[in-house]
Nanobody, 121 residues
Framework: QVQLVESGGGLVQPGGFLRLSCAAS????????MGWYRQAPGKQRELVAA???????NYADSVKGRFTISRDNAKNTVYLQMNSLKPEDTAVYYC???????????????WGQGTLVTVSS
């Protein structure tokens, strides 16, 4: 079994910042990809940022220049630094990971439980 545990959400004023963390644990042989999605009320879930095992990144156009994804490989943890937050960033943020498990050896996609980010004055 593989689990993702998220932390760092909360209420912040426009222009403020937050950092989300997501730690993967369990029978992990390697991490193929880790990233963040978000879902605002009444909208579909969308990719925010992702990082491959090799370190390449991609971002949604709406967050480029404001959000930064990073990873601590030793801890199987991914971070999302969110700066210059806007009310439209309000959403539940979900951590997502694709890993290769140890026993059995297979590719597995895992989701976190979600953490709420509210940007409001």
């Amino acid at each position: 079994q593989v689990q993702l545990v998220e932390s760092g959400g909360g209420l912040v004023q426009p222009g403020g910042f937050l950092r989300l963390s997501c730690a993967a644990s369990g029978s992990i042989f390697s991490v193929v990809r880790m990233g963040w999605y978000r879902q605002a009320p009444g909208k579909q879930r969308e990719l925010v940022a992702a990082m491959s095992g090799g370190g390449s990144t991609n971002y949604a156009d709406s967050v480029k220049g404001r959000f930064t994804i990073s990873r601590d490989n030793a801890k199987n943890t991914v971070y999302l630094q969110m700066n210059s937050l806007k009310p439209e960033d309000t959403a539940v943020y979900y951590c997502n990971s694709v890993v290769v498990t140890t026993t059995p050896v297979r590719s597995l996609e895992v989701w976190g439980q979600g953490t709420l980010v509210t940007v409001s004055s």
